[in-house]
């Protein structure tokens, strides 16, 4: 399945150069973040599922980085029913949404909030380390964090992680239905073939037991 966000192994033009010192290199992206921050703190979605608004985008490929964060985020608000396409347009005046507001005194709190995906209730680990697994032959719909180019792809188990979140479920409001997480390491040539510069060269990616079948 071709996703647009899903660009691992595919041309996707030069990467612009830019100073990576530069926090923001416009003023409105540093109110884009802040926005970001705000509203998340309502509590009215999970980070999975502010990913997948943005990868939903239907001009995912024309916006910039900050410009997806905007989109997505003025969709989830509306679908969670916090504000109206109107009151976000400006034709109608807004709702207070003051009972869970992030006061400014709040922020640094905010953004250095440790919240653990991990979980003790979920299925038993099918895999152990040195275990050779396959992935699915193509990327479930919806939000899913296996790649494109790792699709149908043999690799060895090499870390087990336990129990975590799995985001195909959470991204969709469908529970946080835990499931084992393991980091699943395959080699150049099996992802890349014939292209790959170094065969030997090793990619390791976290990978949830759903997307994985032994051999």
């Given at each position: 399945m071709t996703r647009a966000h899903d660009l691992g192994g595919r041309p996707a033009g030069p990467v612009p150069d830019k100073d990576d010192t530069v926090v923001f290199h416009d003023s409105w992206?540093?109110?884009?973040?802040?926005?970001?921050l705000a509203s998340?703190?309502?509590?009215?979605w999970n980070i999975d599922a502010s990913r997948f608004a943005r990868e939903q985008l239907k001009d995912y490929a024309t916006l910039s980085y900050y410009e997806k964060w905007m989109a997505g985020l003025a969709n989830l608000l509306v679908e969670r029913g916090l504000v109206t396409e109107a009151e976000l347009?400006?034709?109608?005046?807004?709702?207070?949404?003051?009972?869970?507001?992030?006061r400014a005194a709040d922020v640094?709190?905010?953004?250095?909030k440790f919240m653990p995906y991990t979980r003790k209730n979920?299925?038993?680990?099918?895999?152990q380390m040195g275990d050779k697994v396959r992935t699915l032959s193509a990327p479930q719909a919806g939000h899913c964090r296996?790649?494109?180019?790792?699709?149908?792809?043999?690799?060895?188990?090499?870390?087990s992680h336990g129990n975590h979140v799995f985001p195909d479920t959470n991204?969709?409001?469908?529970?946080?239905?835990?499931q084992p997480l393991y980091t699943v390491e395959f080699t150049a040539a099996t992802l890349w073939g014939a292209a790959a510069e170094n065969p030997d060269d090793a990619i390791s990616l976290d990978l949830w037991q759903p997307y994985l079948e032994p051999l």
């Open positions: 992206h540093a109110k884009a973040l802040a926005l970001n998340g703190a309502l509590g009215a347009s400006g034709d109608v005046p807004q709702s207070q949404l003051t009972p869970k507001a992030l640094s709190a905010a953004m250095h979920g299925p038993t680990a099918q895999f296996l790649p494109a180019y790792a699709a149908g792809r043999v690799g060895t188990v090499i870390l991204a969709r409001f469908q529970g946080e239905n835990p």
